[in-house]
């Protein structure tokens, strides 16, 4: 059981590229969220989905872009990184009832 | 959700419990108390919740006050391993399509 893997670990961008990092979860969970933690500042809520098709803004959701066309993928697009998004990223799933959030180990990105 | 007051930093001996206290005087109704911790650079893990009955489990106890506004999350016998930083969410129940809200925390750390 894989759990929550976010893909890639490390990344370095210049400023103005693209890219997507990647989330998937084998626990057939309905809810997954990305969130952005920089360095001596908690976790901060960038986008959420409730199922597949559903996806909504979190607290800083700008710059951003999400879709959820499967249970198992939830990937984050950064549309033209700037280095105010250097940060590490963590993607995270709960199952119906749980109450229990599992993280991935995150991906750390940073913009040149 | 209702926000949460915890103290930036605590420290404990190896083997003491570790009492991490965790302010929520605006809590409603319908909100738990969730506690989450993280190591070093690692994604957060979940450790415990509960609504208004005292819980525990094979990591932690989670004691909250008869009038819900503050809580307690007790480590029984702390280890090295056990120091990370701390984290007291306050959620609308499993599930409820909002996403935790993360502080700062509390850094506990835990010694010799």
């Known amino acids: 059981n894989a759990g929550v893997t976010q893909t890639p670990k490390f990344q370095v961008l210049k400023t103005g590229q693209s890219m997507t990092l990647q989330c998937a979860q084998d626990?057939?969970?309905?809810?997954m969220s990305w969130y952005r933690q920089d360095p001596g500042m908690g976790l901060r809520l960038i986008h959420y989905?409730?199922?597949?098709?559903?996806?909504d803004q979190g607290e800083v959701p700008n710059g951003y872009n999400v879709s959820r066309s499967t249970t198992e993928d939830f990937p984050l697009r950064l549309l033209s990184a700037a280095p105010s998004q250097t940060s590490v990223y963590f993607c995270?799933?709960?199952?119906?009832?749980?109450?229990?959030?599992?993280f991935g180990e995150g991906s750390r990105l940073t913009v040149l | 959700d209702a926000k949460t007051t915890q103290p930036p930093s605590m420290d404990c001996a190896e083997g003491r419990a570790a009492n991490l206290p965790c302010n929520h005087s605006?809590?409603?109704?319908?909100?738990?108390v969730y506690w989450y911790r993280q190591i070093h650079s690692q994604g957060p893990q979940y450790i415990i919740h509960?609504?208004?009955n005292n819980e525990t489990n094979e990591m932690a106890s989670l004691i909250i006050t008869e009038d819900r506004k503050s809580s307690t999350l007790i480590l029984p016998h702390a280890t090295l391993r056990d120091t990370a930083v701390y984290y007291c969410?306050?959620?609308?129940?499993?599930?409820?399509?909002?996403?935790?809200?993360f502080g700062k925390g509390t850094s506990l750390l835990v010694t010799p």
């Open positions: 989905s409730v199922g597949a098709g559903i996806t």
């Open positions: 509960g609504l208004k």
């Open positions: 605006t809590i409603s109704g319908n909100e738990y």
């Open positions: 626990m057939n969970h309905e809810y």
């Open positions: 995270a799933s709960e199952g119906i009832g749980a109450g229990e959030l599992f």
């Open positions: 969410i306050v959620r609308v129940g499993a599930n409820s399509g909002y996403a935790l809200n």
